[in-house]
């Protein structure tokens, strides 16, 4: 390897690689939920935005009622590596976190094949700090818009008046 140090920083995926497994490990021992949002139903020639802030509103709605039980789920897991009993709702954000969180770090290296290499070098932090972040702060802010965005195209509306 170079002594790049640029380099060596942008090639160096290892703790991305060791996060994914942090995380898959975590995903695999959420418990299962049934549970799904409600979302609203569309008045008659309601306009298609009026239905998709109805929709971006519940989600918000749902996903801050849950982020108390959600945080302090993630904190005993990063302490115990375990779950606390967890109500429905929160498991099933859990998951939808964690498969979001999870997209994100294979696509900073922790998937690649061939030459590694990364657009981010890992930060200077543990592997349970990154983890929390990531699971709470960048969700919140990134992954939460994206969920919305998913639940809110003409595909997920489709899906959901009619699968």
């Not at 945080?71 to 005993?76: F, L, T, V």
Request: include cysteine; charge should be negative.
């Amino acid at each position: 390897m170079s002594d790049d140090p640029f380099r060596q920083a942008y090639t160096d995926v290892e703790p991305w690689r060791t996060l994914w497994k942090y995380l898959e490990c975590a995903l695999q021992s959420l418990p299962e939920t049934s549970w799904t949002p409600q979302f609203p139903k569309p008045e008659a020639n309601q306009p298609p935005e009026i239905e998709r802030t109805a929709i971006r509103n519940a989600i918000l709605a749902n996903a801050n009622r849950n982020a108390p039980a959600i945080e302090q789920a993630i904190i005993q897991y990063s302490k115990e590596q375990h779950w606390p009993e967890l109500a429905p709702e929160p498991a099933y954000f859990l998951r939808l976190i964690h498969g979001s969180v999870l997209d994100f770090v294979g696509r900073m290296g922790a998937k690649s094949g061939g030459v590694p290499n990364t657009i981010f070098p890992f930060p200077k932090a543990s592997i349970e700090n990154v983890a929390h972040w990531l699971l709470t702060d960048w969700w919140l802010h990134h992954g939460l818009r994206d969920y919305a965005k998913s639940q809110t195209s003409d595909e997920g509306i489709f899906f959901r008046y009619f699968a």
